[in-house]
């Protein structure tokens, strides 16, 4: 079985992005994600790297090797952060917004 949408939403990404950053078709990831098209070794290289994981977890074949977080290159700090920031409401994450606005005004 073929982990790449497991991944990609465990992740909290969506396939545009994934696409975009790795310079790909968001149809053609797509294809691989629902097994109608095989992803050349190529693909798979790029996606175990970008996801931190090896091919073989990829395909499915090594079920005892777990994900490492993917953050993106994010502190921890901040990957709990856009953890937390993800889980507020719309109005919560507007606040937000407006508090930093406000602090990055303060400090110019």
Do not use: H
């Amino acid at each position: 079985m073929f982990k790449l949408k497991e991944l990609r939403l465990e992740c909290g990404l969506k396939r545009s992005k994934v696409a975009a950053d790795l310079q790909m078709n968001a149809g053609t990831i797509a294809n691989y994600e629902n097994e109608i098209r095989e992803a050349p070794y190529e693909c798979l290289v790029k996606f175990a790297e970008y996801f931190d994981v090896s091919v073989d977890y990829l395909l499915g074949r090594n079920e005892n090797e777990s994900p490492k977080s993917f953050n993106g290159g994010l502190s921890a700090e901040e990957t709990a952060l856009v953890k937390n920031y993800r889980s507020l409401s719309p109005l919560a994450k507007e606040r937000i917004s407006e508090y930093i606005e406000l602090w990055q005004s303060r400090a110019d």
